[in-house]
């Protein structure tokens, strides 16, 4: 062989792939959400239909075109009506009570919000339409309320023999973990629609199909599924634009601390809202900052380090007032884990501030009386675990049936 075919091969040989499907992997193409999806099959899944969209201020394709607009405007959809969720039709609102409003060209279409008079749309508002729609991203934690306004919905569906279709996307913080205590089923409540986990790992069409199965088994339900989304995926790998769901969610990281840390705000604690990064600090007048960092750092938490921080909320919880705590910052997101780090938290708390620290409420959000106990007595973190892993296998096992992505 001349050296020149010799050099000719090599080269050639040196370009190949070293295994199929290399660039994908390497480049995977970038997640088409439930409206992408949509759009690109002419709206064939809502061909004749009158339609309610159940959405707000982050229903929008991947050109950034609202999904109000692109069924208004679809020759073969019939637009009736908008219903908007906690934190109105903008994402903007924090506020307890929402009124129904007008959207869109002219009269505009009717905004019918289901955090006001009703967190379910009624009767009246479904005047005129045959088929729901709903398209919110959601962010992965059972007691944030977007997948309580779809339960709702999908009970007035079948109630009044609608269709109901959901335009999925991703779980911004991943479908494979799923994590902490599964709701009581006598705790039902606006932030805790069913009987899940904490931190449930899956996609709002996957909880309708879960919800469809357990809660409205006549609804006539369809989902058109996100493509190129895999469940090990966050959301900054998704290729998504992040638009905040609600005014305080407002990056990845405060996603993926929400559900332990969330689980504290019902609490005389502040967990940031009214600072520039909501979640991701927590304190108290009357907490010892440095003495809490150091507490979790002996706990060799996976994944996050801590800082001793003061801050003073200009809204919401210690409005106005110097708060002493500590500030979270994930190194690692794959090994972060949201719910024991929310638990060693309210440990701590009950053990070392006992007098000033109000358990009592932490109770709304958690929901599960078992964890409850073991935390309320300052039991040992395999013990609160031991409290609700029961359950949590249980949750899985019915997940399982559900789950629509690899």
């Given at each position: 062989?001349?050296r020149?075919?010799?050099l000719?091969?090599?080269?050639?040989?040196?370009?190949?792939?070293?295994?199929?499907?290399?660039?994908?992997?390497?480049?995977?193409p970038?997640?088409?959400t439930?409206?992408d999806v949509?759009v690109?099959?002419?709206?064939?899944?809502?061909d004749?239909?009158?339609?309610?969209?159940i959405?707000?201020h982050?229903?929008?394709d991947?050109?950034?075109i609202?999904?109000?607009?692109?069924?208004?405007?679809?020759?073969?959809?019939?637009?009736?009506?908008?219903f908007?969720?906690?934190h109105?039709?903008?994402g903007?609102?924090?506020?307890?009570?929402?009124?129904d409003g007008?959207?869109?060209r002219g009269?505009?279409?009717p905004?019918?919000?289901?955090?006001?008079?009703s967190r379910?749309?009624?009767?009246a508002m479904?005047?005129?339409?045959?088929?729901?729609?709903?398209?919110?991203?959601?962010?992965?934690?059972?007691?944030?309320t977007?997948?309580?306004?779809?339960g709702?919905?999908m009970?007035?569906?079948?109630?009044n023999?609608?269709?109901?279709?959901?335009l999925?996307?991703?779980?911004?913080?991943?479908?494979?973990?799923?994590a902490?205590?599964?709701?009581?089923?006598?705790?039902?409540?606006?932030?805790?629609?069913?009987?899940?986990?904490?931190?449930?790992?899956?996609?709002?069409?996957e909880?309708?199909?879960?919800?469809?199965?357990?809660?409205?088994?006549?609804?006539?339900?369809?989902?058109?599924?996100?493509?190129?989304?895999?469940?090990?995926?966050?959301?900054?790998?998704?290729?998504?634009?992040w638009?905040?769901?609600?005014?305080n969610?407002?990056?990845l990281?405060?996603?993926?601390l929400y559900?332990?840390?969330?689980?504290?705000?019902?609490?005389?604690?502040?967990?940031g809202r009214g600072?520039?990064?909501?979640?991701?600090?927590?304190?108290?007048?009357?907490?010892?900052?440095?003495?809490?960092a150091?507490?979790?750092?002996?706990?060799?938490?996976?994944?996050v380090?801590f800082e001793p921080?003061?801050?003073?909320?200009?809204?919401s919880?210690?409005?106005?007032?110097?708060?002493?705590?500590v500030?979270?910052?994930?190194?690692?997101?794959?090994?972060?884990?949201?719910l024991?780090?929310?638990?060693?938290?309210?440990?701590?708390?009950?053990?070392?501030?006992?007098?000033?620290?109000?358990?009592?409420?932490?109770?709304?959000?958690?929901?599960h009386?078992?964890?409850?106990?073991?935390?309320e007595?300052?039991?040992s973190?395999?013990?609160?675990?031991?409290?609700y892993?029961?359950g949590?296998?249980?949750?899985?096992?019915?997940?399982?049936?559900h789950?629509?992505?690899r």
């Amino acid at each position: 062989m001349s050296r020149t075919l010799f050099l000719f091969l090599f080269l050639c040989f040196a370009s190949w792939p070293l295994h199929a499907g290399g660039d994908e992997l390497s480049n995977p193409p970038a997640v088409l959400t439930g409206i992408d999806v949509l759009v690109d099959e002419g709206f064939a899944a809502l061909d004749g239909a009158r339609v309610g969209l159940i959405t707000n201020h982050t229903g929008v394709d991947k050109r950034g075109i609202s999904t109000i607009r692109l069924l208004d405007t679809a020759q073969n959809v019939d637009l009736i009506a908008v219903f908007s969720p906690e934190h109105g039709l903008e994402g903007k609102l924090d506020i307890p009570h929402i009124a129904d409003g007008r959207t869109g060209r002219g009269a505009g279409i009717p905004v019918f919000s289901l955090y006001g008079d009703s967190r379910k749309p009624t009767r009246a508002m479904l005047e005129g339409i045959d088929t729901l729609v709903f398209d919110i991203q959601d962010i992965g934690t059972r007691f944030y309320t977007y997948i309580s306004t779809m339960g709702n919905a999908m009970e007035a569906a079948e109630d009044n023999g609608l269709r109901f279709v959901v335009l999925d996307r991703p779980n911004p913080i991943g479908g494979t973990a799923v994590a902490g205590p599964v709701l009581d089923g006598d705790k039902r409540s606006f932030v805790g629609y069913h009987d899940i986990a904490v931190r449930h790992g899956m996609t709002v069409a996957e909880l309708a199909e879960l919800f469809r199965s357990e809660r409205t088994p006549a609804l006539d339900l369809e989902l058109v599924l996100a493509r190129h989304w895999r469940r090990d995926q966050l959301f900054d790998e998704t290729g998504l634009r992040w638009i905040d769901p609600s005014p305080n969610m407002r990056s990845l990281d405060a996603a993926l601390l929400y559900p332990g840390v969330g689980l504290l705000e019902t609490t005389n604690l502040s967990v940031g809202r009214g600072t520039a990064t909501p979640f991701e600090v927590m304190g108290a007048p009357w907490i010892d900052g440095r003495r809490l960092a150091a507490s979790l750092d002996a706990l060799e938490l996976p994944g996050v380090r801590f800082e001793p921080v003061r801050f003073t909320p200009e809204a919401s919880k210690f409005a106005g007032e110097e708060c002493l705590g500590v500030r979270f910052h994930i190194e690692d997101r794959q090994r972060f884990e949201p719910l024991g780090l929310g638990f060693a938290i309210a440990r701590i708390l009950r053990l070392d501030y006992g007098e000033q620290w109000d358990f009592a409420p932490y109770m709304r959000l958690l929901g599960h009386d078992g964890t409850f106990a073991a935390l309320e007595r300052g039991a040992s973190r395999t013990e609160i675990e031991a409290a609700y892993v029961d359950g949590l296998e249980a949750f899985k096992a019915r997940r399982r049936d559900h789950l629509l992505y690899r």
